[in-house]
C-alpha cells in the first residue's frame, strides 16, 4: 500500500498557485507518498500543469477534510484553529502546520510563507518554482477588471479606458471574468468600444482561462487569480495593487512583470474600492504596459 500525504489548500485560484512552490517541495521530499490535495473542485484542471498531485478531493474553506489517516498532513491553508483542527481529525501519522510548528509569520510573501513553513521542518523549497509554462505569446491582451471583493476592484471605466489605449496600440483586446463579472466586463468593453465577441467573461471554464493566458501577449488586473496564472505562464503582467501591498501578494520581480501600488493599505474584504487604488491613474498602466510588451 502507497503511503499517503494530504495537503490542505481550500481556497481559489491565486491561492492555489502560490502554493505551487511548497506542493512540488513535497513531491520532491517524499517521492513514494501518493500526494492528495484537499481543494476546490473547480480547480481540477489546473492539477495536471503542477506535475505534484495525483489525486483531489473537493474542499472549499479549512475543513472538514473527508480523509483518513494519511501518513502526512500538510496546512497549505492557514493557521487555524479550523484547518489545523481539520486536518488533526483525519489522524495523520504526522502533522506539518502553522500552529503546531513553527509561528505564523506576519509580513510575508503568500509564496515564501509555505516554502518557510517546509524548510522549518527540513523540507528544501524554492519559491521561485512557479511556472507552469511559458506563453507563445500569439493570443490577445487579456483585460480582467474583475476581483473578489470590491476593494480590490478598480473602476470599469478606467480599465475601459487602458482597454481602447492597447486595442489601438497593440490590438485584439479582450476581456475576461467568471459568470457574475460578466457585467463588468461588458460594461468595460462597451465604453472601450469593443465589439460584443471579446467579451469572455463567462464563456471560459477555468481550462479555457488557462488556455487563454498560456498564450496571451499581455495581462493586465488587480490583485486576482488571473495575475497569478500571467505569472505561472511567464506572460507579461501589469498588476494593480490596493489594498494589500505587492511586497505580500505580487509577482515575483523581473520577467516583465509590473506591480502598481499607491503606498496604502487598506481593508482587502471592503465593500468600496480602496482609495490606495483609487490613486493608480490610467497613465500608469497603458504606460506600464507598453513598455512590457515592447
Not at 156 to 181: I, K, M, Q, Y
Not at 235 to 244: A, K
Request: hydrophobic share 45%; charged share 20%; aromatic share 4%.
Amino acid at each position: 500500500m502507497a503511503l499517503e500525504l494530504l495537503a490542505l489548500r481550500g481556497l481559489g485560484l491565486g491561492d492555489l498557485l502560490t502554493a505551487v512552490p511548497a506542493l512540488r517541495a513535497l513531491r520532491q521530499a517524499f517521492p513514494g507518498h501518493r500526494v492528495t490535495i484537499a481543494a476546490p473542485a473547480s480547480l481540477a484542471a489546473l492539477m495536471p500543469l503542477i506535475g505534484a498531485v495525483d489525486d483531489q478531493i473537493d474542499v472549499s474553506g479549512p475543513g472538514p477534510v473527508p480523509f483518513d489517516r494519511p501518513d502526512i498532513a500538510v496546512n497549505l491553508h492557514g493557521r487555524g484553529p479550523q484547518s489545523v483542527e481539520a486536518l488533526r481529525a483525519t489522524r495523520p501519522g504526522r502533522l506539518i502546520s502553522y500552529g503546531a510548528g513553527p509561528s505564523w509569520p506576519e509580513e510575508v510573501h503568500e509564496v515564501r510563507r509555505w516554502c518557510d513553513l517546509l524548510e522549518w521542518h527540513g523540507i528544501k523549497a524554492d519559491p521561485d518554482d512557479l511556472t507552469l509554462g511559458v506563453s507563445d505569446r500569439s493570443g490577445p491582451v487579456v483585460i480582467h477588471p474583475g476581483a473578489a471583493f470590491p476593494a480590490r476592484r478598480w473602476p470599469p471605466e478606467r480599465f475601459a479606458r487602458v482597454a481602447a489605449a492597447l486595442d489601438r496600440a497593440l490590438d485584439d483586446v479582450v476581456v475576461t471574468g467568471c459568470a457574475a463579472e460578466a457585467g463588468i466586463a461588458r460594461t468595460v468593453a462597451g465604453l472601450a468600444g469593443l465589439p460584443p465577441d471579446r467579451v469572455l467573461a463567462g464563456r471560459t471554464d477555468l481550462a479555457g482561462l488557462v488556455e487563454l493566458v498560456s498564450r496571451a501577449r499581455l495581462v493586465v488586473s488587480g490583485d486576482t487569480g488571473v495575475a497569478h496564472l500571467a505569472t505561472a505562464f511567464c506572460v507579461p503582467s501589469v498588476v494593480l495593487f490596493g489594498p494589500v501591498p505587492p511586497a505580500l501578494w505580487g509577482p515575483p520581480p523581473g520577467w516583465r512583470h509590473v506591480a502598481l501600488w499607491a503606498g496604502l493599505r487598506g481593508d482587502p474584504h471592503g465593500r468600496r474600492v480602496d482609495p490606495g487604488l483609487l490613486q493608480i491613474e490610467v497613465s500608469e498602466v497603458v504606460e506600464a504596459a507598453l513598455e512590457v510588451t515592447s
